[in-house]
């Protein structure tokens, strides 16, 4: 690492790039980071944008996520084409601020997951947006593929966010859960004056994922996910299905455990809505009982991995935009939790929800360009601490390729 030479090594800008399991577009968050130590970095964020995937990009994809329509060759083809979108966003970030690619020092890149695979004997995980592409088209330094370091020391490779919610939530006066809700739901439980080897976390089972699933095959891909939870809001929970979803494997699973599209994609969705109408039930009604599956599973992992010493719910991700969602969780946090806990989104701490996984990989690309242990081995599994992520370097003498793509 100390071979790279990286500008402004008291204040750094570094760009951090996501696509997440609900393939809706490349989160792009330009983030300047100053430190006072290893574990104590003060960041703040200078630009954010989203940028949709088109419906046929979305579409390959998908494609390219299902074991029966994916191949060699579309995800090797997808792998480049990704790269340069991931490019231009990268680029889209700094210069819709006015800057420009020879002031930033480091990009951290996701990528986009294609397929996680858990098993009892066997893990294994595979994001594709090729960062050499980005290096190149953008002249910067690219961190990528940083869960396959947490799974060859014996993890899962997820969740990773727990360390970057470590850093910046943290808090000596509140017992605090940071629920992510993307395509999956996952929690970071940070007690009060917590040391991060006393933080928890998992992935609790479906996010949005199920519940965009569900929309879109009863609107015959009209629509991609229930807008400001207003479907759900019309319809009645079904308390048989909802029991017989709170019985599925992965949600009585022991931590550490992880999923994704493998578990709760198009296919479960289908089967949901085989047996909801089979029961009778309207759209709205599937609809509603779907998202209070979310919700509760979001709170029975709280109680069978925490407990109820919980003061503080603060939840980010695309759920948090959706209203039904976030008062069933509400609901459910008060009844089998605590009367007295508080659920709130992000945004009431000052922090933006779309933001916050684009800024968790410049942190933690951040701190792999510092050489520092960047997992959480209580949370994913892993055997020990490890730096994560693999490194595509770039001197500093940069030529940045101007070509449209």
């Given amino acids: 690492m100390n071979t790279l030479e990286v500008k402004g090594e008291d204040i750094m800008l570094v760009i951090g790039l996501m696509s997440g399991t609900s393939v809706d577009g490349i989160d792009a968050a330009l983030v300047e980071i100053t430190e006072e130590g290893p574990q104590k970095l003060n960041v703040k964020v200078v630009n954010f944008i989203n940028t949709p995937y088109s419906k046929k990009m979305r579409e390959k994809i998908l494609e390219c996520s299902d074991p029966k329509t994916g191949s060699v060759d579309k995800i090797c083809i997808l792998n480049f084409e990704l790269g340069e979108l991931f490019s231009q966003a990268a680029k889209e970030v700094v210069e819709s601020k006015g800057l420009n690619m ?15 695979y858990v098993s009892d004997d066997f893990i294994s995980t595979f994001q594709i947006g090729e960062a050499c592409v980005i290096a190149e088209k953008t002249g910067t330094t690219t961190v990528t593929n940083f869960r396959a370091r947490d799974i060859a020391a014996g993890g899962q490779g997820a969740p990773l966010v727990p360390y970057v919610d470590y850093i910046l939530f943290k808090n000596d006066d509140y017992n605090r859960v940071m629920q992510n809700i993307g395509g999956i739901g996952n929690f970071t439980y940070i007690p009060k004056n917590a040391k991060i080897e006393d933080i928890k976390g998992t992935d609790t089972g479906p996010g949005n994922m199920l519940i965009d699933g569900v929309v879109q095959i009863l609107s015959n891909g009209e629509q991609n996910y229930d807008k400001d939870g207003k479907i759900s809001k019309n319809g009645k929970i079904s308390d048989t299905l909802l029991a017989e979803l709170m019985a599925h494997p992965f949600i009585k699973k022991e931590s550490p455990k992880t999923t994704g599209r493998e578990v709760f994609g198009l296919k479960y969705a289908q089967e949901i809505i085989n ?3 089979s029961m009778k039930l309207n759209d709205e009604d599937i609809v509603a009982t779907v998202t209070a599956f979310t919700a509760k599973s979001i709170a029975d992992a709280y109680l069978r ?3 109820t010493n919980i003061d503080q719910v603060i939840i980010s991700g695309g759920g948090s935009y ?3 969602l976030i008062s069933m969780i ?3 946090v008060k009844k089998m939790i605590d009367e007295k806990a508080t659920v709130m989104v992000l945004e009431e701490l000052g922090f933006s929800s779309d933001a916050k996984e684009s800024v968790a990989f410049a942190i933690l690309a951040y701190q792999t360009y510092k050489g520092r242990k960047n997992n959480v081995p209580q949370i994913t599994g892993a055997k020990r601490f490890v730096t ?6 770039v001197d500093k003498n940069k030529n940045v390729d101007k070509t449209p793509f």
């Fill in 305 to 307: 991995f925490i407990g």
């Fill in 330 to 332: 509400k609901y459910y």
């Fill in 102 to 116: 020879q002031d930033v020092s480091l990009i951290g890149s996701h990528g986009q997951t294609i397929y996680h």
């Fill in 275 to 277: 047996r909801g109408k």
């Fill in 322 to 324: 959706n209203p039904t």
């Fill in 388 to 393: 994560l992520g693999e490194v595509v370097p």
